[in-house]
């Protein structure tokens, strides 16, 4: 018996070790600490976007009670992931990489819409 616990020794260390590594990298963090910063504004736009909507809609406002509680918990789910994917488009080290994230991209193609 002592030599199988002897035999499984290195791979519980090996296990141990990786589990202090931790699952984000240095840029996951930094990512995570912009997505938070955005957040607040993320959730803010959809809340908006979501109260004017349900009371400009006459179908929508006669039902308001149900409706904005509904606006609030979509916009609470909805903010963290989409915080998430601008996130790196508001880190000013992907503004100039020559393979930006899909947000940024599409920030650059809105642009060259717009600017003559």
Do not use: C, Y
Not at 14 to 38: C, F, K, Q, Y
Not at 76 to 105: C, D, E
């Amino acid at each position: 018996m002592p030599t199988v616990a002897l035999r499984n020794i290195p791979a519980l260390i090996r296990i141990s070790l990786h589990m202090t590594e931790g699952p984000m990298s240095t840029d996951n963090i930094s990512r995570a600490r912009v997505a938070i910063l955005i957040f607040s504004m993320v959730n803010a736009v959809l809340f908006g976007a979501g109260l004017v909507t349900v009371l400009s809609v006459h179908s929508l406002a006669v039902h308001a009670s149900f409706w904005i509680p509904l606006v609030v918990l979509t916009s609470f789910v909805l903010a963290p992931p989409i915080a998430w994917f601008i996130a790196p488009s508001m880190m000013q080290r992907f503004l100039k990489a020559k393979s930006p994230p899909m947000a940024a991209r599409m920030s650059r193609k809105l642009e060259a819409q717009i600017a003559p």
